[in-house]
């Protein structure tokens, strides 16, 4: 079993900064891709920023340059800087994970979200 538990969430003023961490935690065996996606009220859910296990980064074109994402092979974690936030950025975020456990078993594991705000 394996879980994702993010952080860092809240309501921030527009062109305020936001950081959102994720832990993986579980019969880990390795990672592939993390990414971060969201999802507004009466959206789909979007991706926002993903990462490859080597580091190789793509991001949503409304993030660019705005929104930073890294992650710790050692730790399981993934981070999501997000400076110039603007209300459009309004969303719950989720975490996602491709992950190899010990039993080989291969699975795209979600995290249960974190609310975010951007507003005066």
């Known amino acids: 079993q394996v879980q994702l538990v993010e952080s860092g969430g809240g309501l921030v003023q527009p062109g305020g900064s936001l950081r959102l961490s994720c832990a993986a935690s579980?019969?880990?065996?390795?990672?592939?891709?993390m990414a971060w996606y969201r999802q507004a009220p009466g959206s789909q859910r979007e991706l926002v920023a993903a990462?490859?296990?080597?580091?190789?980064?793509n991001y949503a074109d409304s993030v660019k340059g705005r929104f930073t994402i890294n992650r710790d092979n050692a730790d399981n974690t993934v981070t999501l800087q997000m400076n110039s936030l603007k209300p459009e950025d309004t969303a719950v975020y989720y975490c996602?994970?491709?992950?190899?456990?010990?039993?080989?078993?291969?699975?795209?594991?979600w995290g249960q979200g974190t609310q975010v705000t951007v507003s005066s």
């Open positions: 990462i490859s296990r080597g580091g190789s980064t």
């Open positions: 996602n994970a491709d992950v190899l456990d010990y039993t080989r078993y291969r699975h795209v594991y």
């Open positions: 579980g019969i880990i065996f390795s990672i592939y891709a």
